[in-house]
């Protein structure tokens, strides 16, 4: 069993950075591939990001080469960097976990979700 909690979203303008963090409990994170996906007002949650436990990494194309992944498994903790943030990229931003070494980026492969936190960009 793994819980997850978000946590980093906020107001900010179009062009800025944000880091969300996701905590992690369970002694076994270092086996799970963990992703973070985004749902907007209206929309379907979609992909964002995934990292394995050995660091292999995968991007939506809507975000590649903005947002970074990363996890520290000695503090059970994931992060998305997000910078040059656009409007478009609005949503409640959730971490989620899945176990295996597979990147997987349907969101129905994850078994641990977060609660979810709240990106807003401004134009």
């Known amino acids: 069993q793994v819980q997850l909690v978000d946590s980093g979203g906020g107001l900010v303008q179009a062009g800025d950075s944000l880091r969300l963090s996701c905590a992690a409990s369970?002694?076994?994170?270092?086996?799970?591939?963990m992703g973070w996906f985004r749902q907007a007002p209206g929309k379907e949650r979609e992909f964002v990001a995934a990292?394995?436990?050995?660091?292999?990494?995968t991007y939506a194309d809507s975000v590649k080469g903005r947002f970074t992944i990363s996890r520290d498994n000695a503090k059970n903790t994931i992060y998305l960097q997000m910078n040059s943030l656009k409007p478009e990229d609005t949503a409640v931003y959730y971490c989620?976990?899945?176990?295996?070494?597979?990147?997987?980026?349907?969101?129905?492969?994850?078994?641990?979700w977060g609660q979810g936190t709240q990106v807003t960009v401004s134009s």
């Open positions: 369970g002694r076994t994170f270092s086996s799970y591939t």
């Open positions: 990292i394995s436990w050995i660091g292999d990494r």
């Open positions: 989620a976990a899945t176990r295996g070494v597979i990147l997987r980026i349907k969101r129905y492969d994850y078994d641990y």
